[in-house]
């Protein structure tokens, strides 16, 4: 069975740092394209321009527009985790983030074969 089991979330001020985990049973991440999304309080999971994204075999990352410069994604092979870094966090920000996994980065997170159950990002002002 697969499971993607997101951790990191909390409560952090304007301009803080939160780093977000993704952690996989049932296969392995390294194989595997993970794409980090977010759902803010009365909207749909969100595609902002672009995706947050690492692709499996070479690692390449592609990161949305708003999370340039602020964002990092990585992955540890050896922990079959997926993290997310982010910095200088903005309210707008505030919200529940998953993880997804699948064969390539999709921009629609309806795409992706595995979710995760996400966690909650809320950034004071």
């Known amino acids: 069975q697969v499971q993607l089991v997101e951790s990191g979330g909390g409560l952090v001020q304007a301009g803080g740092s939160l780093r977000l985990s993704c952690a996989a049973s049932?296969?392995?991440?390294?194989?595997?394209?993970i794409g980090w999304f977010r759902q803010a309080p009365g909207k749909e999971r969100e595609a902002r321009e672009g995706i947050t994204c690492i692709l499996g075999r070479g690692g390449r990352t592609y990161y949305a527009d708003s999370e340039k410069g602020r964002f990092t994604i990585s992955r540890d092979n050896a922990k079959n985790t997926v993290y997310l870094q982010m910095n200088s966090l903005k309210p707008e920000d505030t919200a529940v983030y998953y993880c997804?996994?699948?064969?390539?980065?999709?921009?629609?997170?309806?795409?992706?074969?595995?979710w995760g159950q996400g966690t909650q990002v809320t950034v004071s002002f």
């Open positions: 997804n996994a699948d064969v390539q980065c999709w921009r629609s997170s309806d795409l992706y074969d595995y």
């Open positions: 049932g296969l392995t991440l390294e194989n595997y394209a």
